[in-house]
Structure formats: C-alpha cells, structure tokens
C-alpha cells in the first residue's frame, strides 16, 4: 500500500495529513481502530529488525511527502514526526498533543523493514500491523513517552436534515462495510459499500478534520457516494463544493458543531532521533 501525498505550497498539514490517512482505507479497509487497538496491536509483534532515521533536509522549498507499506517493510520520505505518529497510533491530527521543541519543525526519512528468518522469506504483515510496529520504533529511536486520555473537545454531530436523508439503508444481515477515497484534481470522493453510520462517520472525521458523532438514529447499510472539492489556496479558480454543503446535498445529513469525548494521545516526552 502506499499512502503518497505531495502536498503544494499554501495547503495547510492538516489537510494532507488527513489525505495520508485517508489512503490507509484505499483498499476497502473498514476505518480506523483507534490507538487503544493499535497500543495492543504492537505488543503482540516483532520488532523491525532494520531501522534507518534521518533528517530529511531537503533544501529546495518543495513539500513532497511519502508514507508506504508492503509486507515487510515501512518507509516514510519528508514526513514530520506528528504524521507519522498519526499513521502508528491510528490517529488524526487534533488527537495528538504535546510534541514540541527542536523535534517539532523538522521532516524525516524513515525505513524500516523486517528480515526472514535465517536470512529467508520475511513474513508478509498487514498494513495494520506494519503501522503498529512502528509505536516501539518510536519509543526507541525518539524516545517517545505517551499516555492516551479523554479530552471534552470540539467535535461534529451528524444530524437528519427535516427532510429526512437522502439515503437508502438495508436492514438486511450486517456485513463488514468499506469505504475508499479518492482525489481527482480538486474533487475529492468517498466512495461506501455496505456501509454502516459508523463507516461515514469514520471516513466525514478524516474529511473534517475533527471527530464526528452520529447523532442520527439511523441504521442499517447502504450504498453512496459523497463528493466535494479542495479550497485550496493553490487550486484554480471555480466553484467550491464544500463538505459541509456536500452532506447537506447529497446525503440529507447536516455537520453541527458540538463538543464531546474524544481519545487522545497526550506525549509526555520526546526527542530528537539517535543515530542509526
């Protein structure tokens, strides 16, 4: 899997960082787990037997950034520490607080990669767990110390519109939904299959930016699409579609702000890299 995400100058991290994780459902992977699941997750694997880490110091102004997995290793290119913690820890990126100091305003290159036994055929791992391995490469190579936590925070409630929604849901058996994103120029599209209120509300929380609750009521699966497009500084000129109206329109849903628990992942120390 490769969670590639160039990013141009005027878009803010934020919004590229919820992309990357984004891309981690690309392959119709249900959404995410939560750091609770990805703590024990880790505890149960090896650890990466080869470890590379280096500041990137790519000199030109440009923001290329590159996270990927395969089977057996997991590399990330000209990425900050706070997306990569993202990425191990199941994430976004209002969860996370706490990293600060020299660590903070820098990228990095990551590699990571798992040897077969006796110099054999490596294990092919999930994109799961690959992500997982990297919470100890975290605590090994940043010295990364971090508790979770409940915080009240800013949140959305997903609403019913007066009109009711504009979605059909099946009341059939319950099986494993998916959800995928993709981006096309400045349209982005989430695309749901089997899909529970659970599932839009995971893929709506990436797409925001900020923990979605289902305030709804609604159940059963179903089938949609939803589609917006990028307000970025850097996109050309034309009509803008925002999420927000993008809800309203084509689901019959409404985005209200609310506040509301939300897990965290509060670092309680972190630092600079040691040499490889």
Same mark, same amino acid.
């Given at each position: =899997?490769?969670?590639? /995400?160039?990013?141009?100058?005027?878009?803010?991290?934020?919004?590229?960082?919820?992309?990357?994780?984004?891309?981690?459902?690309?392959?119709?992977?249900?959404?995410? /787990?939560?750091?609770?699941?990805?703590?024990?997750?880790?505890?149960?694997?090896?650890?990466?037997?080869?470890?590379?880490?280096?500041?990137?110091?790519?000199?030109?102004?440009?923001?290329? =950034?590159?996270?990927?997995?395969?089977?057996?290793?997991?590399?990330?290119?000209?990425?900050?520490?706070?997306?990569?913690?993202?990425?191990?820890?199941?994430?976004?990126?209002?969860?996370?607080?706490?990293?600060?100091?020299?660590?903070?305003?820098?990228?990095?290159?990551?590699?990571?990669?798992?040897?077969?036994?006796?110099?054999?055929?490596?294990?092919?791992?999930?994109?799961?767990?690959?992500?997982?391995?990297?919470?100890? %490469?975290?605590?090994?190579?940043?010295?990364?110390?971090?508790?979770?936590?409940?915080?009240?925070?800013?949140?959305?409630?997903?609403?019913? %519109?007066?009109?009711?929604?504009?979605?059909?849901?099946?009341?059939?058996?319950?099986?494993?939904?998916?959800?995928?994103?993709?981006? /096309?120029?400045?349209?982005?599209?989430?695309?749901?299959?089997?899909?529970?209120?659970?599932?839009?509300?995971?893929?709506?929380?990436?797409?925001?930016?900020?923990?979605?609750?289902?305030?709804?009521? %609604?159940?059963?699966?179903?089938?949609?699409?939803?589609?917006?497009?990028?307000?970025?500084?850097?996109?050309?000129?034309?009509?803008?579609?925002?999420?927000?109206?993008?809800? *309203?329109?084509?689901?019959?849903?409404?985005? *209200?702000?609310?506040?509301?628990?939300?897990?965290?992942?509060?670092?309680?120390?972190?630092?600079?890299?040691?040499?490889?």
């Amino acid at each position: =899997m490769n969670l590639h /995400s160039p990013s141009k100058p005027g878009r803010p991290l934020s919004f590229v960082a919820a992309i990357v994780l984004c891309a981690s459902v690309a392959h119709g992977q249900p959404g995410h /787990s939560g750091p609770a699941q990805s703590i024990a997750l880790a505890a149960t694997l090896p650890a990466y037997d080869v470890v590379s880490v280096k500041q990137n110091k790519t000199s030109d102004g440009s923001f290329n =950034m590159d996270i990927s997995d395969s089977d057996d290793r997991f590399t990330a290119t000209n990425v900050p520490l706070k997306t990569i913690v993202e990425v191990a820890y199941d994430l976004r990126d209002d969860q996370i607080f706490g990293i600060s100091g020299p660590v903070s305003s820098v990228n990095f290159d990551v590699e990571a990669k798992v040897l077969g036994p006796d110099g054999g055929t490596p294990p092919k791992l999930s994109d799961k767990q690959l992500q997982a391995m990297v919470i100890p %490469l975290l605590a090994d190579r940043f010295h990364l110390k971090a508790h979770l936590q409940t915080k009240i925070l800013p949140v959305y409630d997903l609403v019913v %519109l007066r009109g009711g929604p504009k979605i059909q849901f099946s009341q059939a058996e319950l099986k494993a939904g998916s959800w995928n994103s993709n981006r /096309s120029d400045r349209e982005i599209s989430f695309n749901f299959k089997g899909a529970t209120m659970a599932d839009l509300v995971s893929g709506l929380s990436d797409g925001v930016g900020r923990t979605v609750i289902d305030k709804t009521g %609604l159940k059963g699966t179903s089938d949609f699409t939803l589609k917006w497009t990028d307000d970025a500084a850097d996109a050309p000129a034309g009509p803008v579609l925002s999420v927000f109206t993008a809800v *309203q329109e084509q689901l019959g849903l409404k985005l *209200q702000p609310g506040k509301g628990p939300v897990d965290t992942l509060v670092v309680d120390q972190v630092a600079m890299p040691s040499e490889n």
